[in-house]
T-cell receptor, first 112, second 110 residues
Framework: EAEVAQSPRYKITEKSQAVAFWCDPISGHATLYWYRQILGQGPELLVQFQDESVVDDSQLPKDRFSAERLKGVDSTLKIQPAELGDSAMYLC??????????FGQGTRLTVV | DAKTTQPNSMESNEEEPVHLPCNHSTISGTDYIHWYRQLPSQGPEYVIHGLTSNVNNRMASLAIAEDRKSSTLILHRATLRDAAVYYCILSLLNTDKLIFGTGTRLQVFP
């Protein structure tokens, strides 16, 4: 069964360092989402792509976060510099046209 | 974005039916109702969605009130594996944008 792949699964970084997460959506899925989930809360949408274009990044803290999907396939989310409050689970999801979203296992980020 | 209200937590015994409620009094005519669940240490997974009519699939049933201001996710026979956080979400299109709330944490006891 096709899955959304994310790496790494876990990441520990020091504050002020740069960190990057990678997501490979299910093949053929044009829509890709990045979510952030703080412990005990529901996922919060950071950015949504349609192919290589950003559809919604209204909740993305653009002073330190960036996201790209250059060829409309895989995507990278970067944080620079990382802050203690960025510790969270970062989830990637993809969907095909008007179907359900499929989520990856996420990357657990700890900033120390 | 239209809001949903769910109880923080619910409990059930194994093999009993579970009815998870969701209120969405400000739903618009074009909002779909989605349910996702999140098992511990995993990403959310799709459960079911609907617009106006009740829906059934292999995982669950979705009962939508006639005025669409509330809905209920029905697990016909809860198993231990159903212990998760269940999210009720409204979206303008089928999956245009999924805005998660805090969900209902379901505990299932043997």
């Amino acid at each position: 069964e096709a899955e959304v792949a994310q790496s790494p699964r876990y990441k520990i970084t020091e504050k002020s360092q740069a960190v990057a997460f990678w997501c490979d959506p299910i093949s053929g899925h044009a829509t890709l989402y990045w979510y952030r989930q703080i412990l005990g809360q529901g996922p919060e949408l950071l950015v949504q792509f349609q192919d290589e274009s950003v559809v919604d990044d209204s909740q993305l803290p653009k002073d330190r976060f960036s996201a790209e999907r250059l060829k409309g396939v895989d995507s990278t989310l970067k944080i620079q510099p990382a802050e203690l409050g960025d510790s969270a689970m970062y989830l990637c999801a993809s969907s095909f046209l008007d179907t359900e979203a499929f989520f990856g296992q996420g990357t657990r980020l700890t900033v120390v | 974005d239209a809001k949903t209200t769910q109880p923080n937590s619910m409990e059930s015994n194994e093999e009993e039916p579970v009815h998870l409620p969701c209120n969405h009094s400000t739903i618009s005519g074009t909002d779909y109702i989605h349910w996702y669940r999140q098992l511990p240490s995993q990403g959310p997974e799709y459960v079911i969605h609907g617009l106006t009519s009740n829906v059934n699939n292999r995982m669950a049933s979705l009962a939508i009130a006639e005025d669409r201001k509330s809905s209920t996710l029905i697990l016909h026979r809860a198993t231990l594996r159903d212990a998760a956080v269940y999210y009720c979400i409204l979206s303008l299109l089928n999956t245009d944008k999924l805005i998660f709330g805090t969900g209902t944490r379901l505990q299932v006891f043997p």
